[in-house]
């Protein structure tokens, strides 16, 4: 079993000292990183200095080494495809309440044996019936979005489990 974990931790330690850090994370970024053989940290990051990482929890500023992270993990609030997918999903129903209601509500009966029913409605009451409808899904989209963070891996890059 030893012969087993040595040169897989010394695969690992080569996979850490060639892959670059991410640069990108901007300041201020919930991160969460796992350090290996140690707890997993959920902090804001506060920059980077020499081979470490800066981050700010609730009890002060932590120095994570380089060497000692496993993981790098940001969280993202994707708003804006909620607000769009919902909005449609909005518009849509809205239309389709709307040329129910006409159907029901503007409709008179023709005498005749083959007349169909006088069914009248506009456009403008389907712009209406879209327009409340994508306001609403938007809004439902937009709560959706920012109350449901996705983690995307940023260290290394290779995409392989979400954190818990």
Known sequence: MLRLMIPT???????????????????GAVVRIAVIGGPRISA????????????STRAGTVRVSRLAIDSIWTRHRPIG??????????????????????????????HGILAAPACRLTFGELGRGAATGAGIGGAIGFVIGA???????RFPSVLTEQPE
């Open 81 to 110: 495809p909620h607000v769009l997918r919902d909005a449609w999903g909005g518009a849509l129903l809205g239309v389709a309440i709307e040329l129910i209601r006409s159907t029901r509500l503007a409709c008179h009966d023709v």
């Open 44 to 55: 804001r990051f506060f920059g980077m200095a020499d081979d470490s990482i800066i981050l």
């Open 147 to 153: 109350a449901s963070p996705v983690w995307k891996r």
């Open 9 to 27: 931790a010394i695969a690992i330690l080569a996979l850490q000292l060639t892959t670059s850090m991410p640069a990108d994370i901007p300041q």
